[in-house]
């Protein structure tokens, strides 16, 4: 049986009277896990995401991977309301924020994506800023656009898991972010290993005390017709598949 990876999921709302909640996933990120070799499994988002709940879900799962999405609500981390922060139904914050930590204790393989890399730093007491573009940076990095995916390169350090991982130092990625992770206010643990040419932290770690933890600002489910990003679903897939009969699944 092939490893089974967690997806989280968004939640949408329907324009019908009822005003029912959907739940929401982008279907790349369950085809870059079934072209990397695992089976995905999107997690539905309970009304109460006791720890009862949570524990129950990641019991079925293998690894986790938290997908892309609105903006936290910056009251996580002790801001105000940017005019250009589109926070998420409270629902998913709160679950997810639970779901992380859990997963997180657990040490289960986690791979987070862009949303997924900023709510890992905020779940491990770190701060976001909330509009890249007030910052002016230099030389100028296109992190979003209005019409097109951005492209530009990101370096990678070279002692990092990361590096090691994809066998490289360098790498093109997309990219459609306007909140970026706050490198003054570190997040517990995680330590920045990819970086754009205005400083911007595209990637980080935590592979201490057997965890495996990577998170990375970019899409690479969007980019999986690319050797190196589909490694990245790989490496994570081949992890839970090392760490099974630890779990006690056949």
Known sequence: MKPLIGLSTSLRQTGSAEGRLQLCLNTA???????????????????TPNDEIVS???????????TGGHDLHPSLYGQ???PKTEPMHQRRQQ????????????????????????LAYVARGGELIQHVDDLNLKPPVVHHAESAEAFHDVRIDAHSHLAQLLGRTKLTVNSRHHQIVDPAKAARD???VAFSDDAVIEAAEDFSDGRFLLTVQWH????????????????????????????GRQ
């Open 190 to 192: 995680l330590k920045p």
């Open 95 to 118: 679950f997810e924020i639970a779901l992380f930590k859990r997963a997180d204790e657990l040490r289960l393989p986690i791979l987070a994506i862009c949303l997924g890399h900023q």
């Open 29 to 47: 990120y369950a085809d870059a896990v079934l072209a990397a070799g695992g089976t995905p499994l999107p997690l539905p988002i309970p009304q």
């Open 80 to 82: 105000s309301l940017h």
């Open 56 to 66: 129950e879900l990641l019991s079925y799962v293998d690894a986790v991977i938290f």
């Open 220 to 247: 690479p489910e969007d980019l999986i017709d690319r050797p190196e990003h589909l490694r990245l679903f790989q490496v994570l897939i081949s992890e839970a598949q090392r760490r099974r009969p630890a779990k």
